[in-house]
């Protein structure tokens, strides 16, 4: 995949430039998709919500969507479902449901997989024991305050995607999308926080 800029009129030029960075890079294998969430404790802290969007661009995600949105108590009890009964499942509703997050939908060519990595465990004081150098056990506070959610497998990507971006089509996107994400080029406009295809 190769960024490059498209032939803008000169107003348009100065525009692009201010608002959008072009990066060479070349993806040898089929894109994947992931969601990732930013929690309420790093979106209420502006420093640390930049530097968890920085480590995705140092790591080479593409942001295919993002939005900022205040979630309701009953938009997290569906998300969690599968945790329903458990010890910290109303405790985990109230903090998610406490202040704004941040989604994403990221592409990568291991994505789901890499987010897992880069954020670390799950458990934040084994994330500083083990992985100090991750988004966790760098930041996370606690369990639940461990400032990000990533997508565990395939299935819960699509399932998670489509909670947080119903308008989006995910087995749409692979069939049309990757190919041209893939290929190039691409650009990343700083102002909606996205990468996106450049038509030349």
């Not at 084994?126 to 990000?148: E, M, V």
Request: hydrophobic share 40%; with cysteine.
């Amino acid at each position: 995949m190769q960024f490059l800029m498209s032939k803008p009129g000169v107003e348009q030029k100065e525009s692009l430039f201010l608002n959008m960075i072009m990066s060479p890079l070349r993806w040898t294998r089929s894109l994947q998709l992931t969601l990732a969430i930013i929690k309420p404790d790093a979106v209420a802290h502006p420093i640390i919500s930049d530097a968890v969007h920085q480590r995705i661009l140092d790591n080479k995600f593409l942001i295919v969507r993002s939005r900022e949105l205040q979630w309701r108590a009953k938009d997290c009890q569906h998300f969690y479902e599968e945790h329903a009964g458990r010890f910290f499942y109303q405790r985990l509703v109230e903090f998610m449901s406490s202040g704004p997050v941040r989604a994403y939908i990221l592409a990568h060519e291991d994505a789901i997989q890499l987010w897992r990595k880069i954020m670390g465990p799950t458990k934040v004081y084994r994330s500083r024991i083990t992985a100090p150098d991750t988004i966790r056990g760098h930041l996370g506070l606690t369990d639940t305050r461990n400032t990000t959610h990533g997508s565990d497998s395939v299935e819960s990507a699509c399932r998670e995607i489509s909670i947080f971006f119903p308008d989006f089509d995910v087995s749409r996107w692979y069939e049309e999308q990757e190919p041209l994400y893939r290929a190039g080029p691409i650009c990343y406009d700083e102002e909606i926080l996205e990468h996106r295809i450049v038509k030349e």
